[in-house]
């Protein structure tokens, strides 16, 4: 019998759920930050940034990009659970580099609904990350914008190059 994907997951729970206790954390983040990044599966947040479980809130989707959903999710994390820095974290190789908003008219081709996203694709890294910085920055519902830094991860070599919010050369 073929188990799809989330029965694996499941069975995968049952083995943690039977070895698991209560670390006793509260919702809010010990180091008090919130980190933007991409979904993409080669990144693995805690460890790149040497996060343990109940460090930081994760915030993740095609991208990075903070979008109103980012925001939304950010201000509950900044205004209700104690978050004060936030880091916003791009990658090479990101599957949003060069595609463009096209790819919404052909979802409307495809299935007969225009999406109300947009698709937030991009042609260079550097500017998306100063893009998401200025956005947080702004946003009036976030009391904290003074700790906010974005970095582009290398997915070849793991490692972090930071972004210069002025928009000079930081390589």
């Known amino acids: 019998m073929t188990h799809s994907v989330t029965d694996q997951l499941l069975h995968a729970n049952k083995r943690y759920a039977a070895g698991f206790s209560d670390p006793g954390m509260d919702a809010r983040p010990v180091r008090k930050v919130a980190?933007?990044?991409c979904m993409d599966a080669r990144i693995d947040l805690h460890d790149a940034l040497g996060l343990a479980l109940g460090d930081c809130h994760t915030i993740r989707n095609a991208g990075g990009v903070v979008t109103d959903d980012v925001i939304r999710s950010l201000t509950i994390s900044q205004r209700l659970l104690g978050t004060e820095a936030v880091v916003l974290i791009h990658h090479t190789g990101c599957g949003l580099?060069?595609?463009s908003e096209d790819f919404r008219h052909d979802l409307e081709l495809e299935v007969g609904q225009r999406p109300s996203w947009a698709v937030e694709?991009?042609?260079d890294l550097d500017q998306d990350v100063?893009?998401?910085m200025a956005r947080v920055r702004t946003s009036p519902f976030l009391p904290h914008t003074d700790d906010v830094r974005g970095f582009v991860f290398d997915v070849t070599t793991g490692l972090l190059r930071e972004v210069d919010p002025a928009g000079t050369s930081s390589r």
Do not use: I, K, T
């Open 121 to 123: 694709s991009f042609a």
């Open 130 to 132: 100063r893009q998401s």
């Open 97 to 99: 580099l060069g595609l």
């Open 35 to 37: 980190v933007v990044a």
